[in-house]
């Protein structure tokens, strides 16, 4: 399992080390590649002069959900080997270290082992500029408050370098958006057995860094679908729908439009504004046209206008309540129901043309079953890593 993003120039450095790293241990190198270079051309290249076997799965552009996070999740189903070690494509993280993640995971019957630059032994000497390097430990501290308990004694949560047993997760429920799943798998899968192994990260060997100001966002909208349920986030966005509402019903009326009128007018910028909102914090990567989706958004949200709209002509009307506390009533009796229908019918899930993942198999205590086949070590190559909602 190999998630790789336009690392052609990476390729015959990596499969070296590799090959040496991994003389002696039954496995494979996995490639789940999304480059746009000749990145697979270049694998089918190099592969014929190591020992260790190689297969490449590219995933063509339109196709590459989830990012470098998706292409691991992806790659979990390739896999054939109780381990899988997933490592970045740019020689950042040295393939040195990968026999001593698979002796932890042995020696302590550990479901993950972090390779991690916050530990005895390692070093993030490799991040370049005092930038990288406070992104990362502000990163790393806020996952760990956002999560304390899943995440304790986790020192490098935005490790990208690390072992996974694979019968240990539910790899067919991952839902990765970016490139840290290590939190995705540590904030959703059930208790698992986590040990640190310290490296150095080190300077990237050759090519572009991936990260960039999209990936952060990707990371800070995933951290935040993490860690607070769905239908709260659906009343957080409907919460800050309230303010268009407020002020162009208010706005409208003041400039002598009938306040049932401007209440019709402004629900229609409240809509427009809550569909951004569902679409980015709420249903976010859902598969199908946005412009598909709207009309139908829209029309169920109007409908509450048939409940609104009485009620409201009757806290004014009849009870003498301000246009604008009669409005914010109004709305806050619409949330709940408005929440249900649009979860059930707007977004309902689709099926995915994702290979079907791995599902965890437990001792009823917790402890994951060893799997029957041969042992052998998956080694993935990712820059990758982040899944679905989490309550823990």
Known sequence: MVPTRNEMHNVAPLLRRLDAALAGVAGEVI??????????QEIDRVRAAVTV?????HRPAGRRAGGLGGAVAEGFALCAAPFAVIIDGDLQHPPETIPRLLAAAVRDGADVVVGSRYVTGGSASGLSGTARHLVSSGSNLLCRLAFPRR????SDVMSGFFLVRVAAVDTADLRPDGYKILLELL??????RVREVGYTFGPRHA???????AEGFRFARRLFALRVPRAARFALVGASGTLPN??????????GLHYLAAAIIATQVAIAWNFVGCELLVWDRREGSRRRRYPAFALLNNLDLVIRLPLLALLVGRWGLGVGVATLLSLAAAVLARYLVVDRLVYRPRPTSRPAGRRATRHPA??????TREPALVTATAAGEEVTDATG
């Open 151 to 154: 995440l304790r004694g986790v």
């Open 246 to 255: 407020l002020l162009g019903t208010a706005a409208l009326h003041h400039l």
């Open 53 to 57: 076997p190689v297969r490449v799965h």
């Open 31 to 40: 490639f789940v590649d999304d480059s746009d270079d000749e990145t697979a």
């Open 207 to 213: 090519g572009a860094s991936n990260a960039s100001v």
């Open 187 to 192: 904030a959703t899968a059930g208790p698992l």
């Open 366 to 371: 917790g402890r994951s079953l060893a799997p």
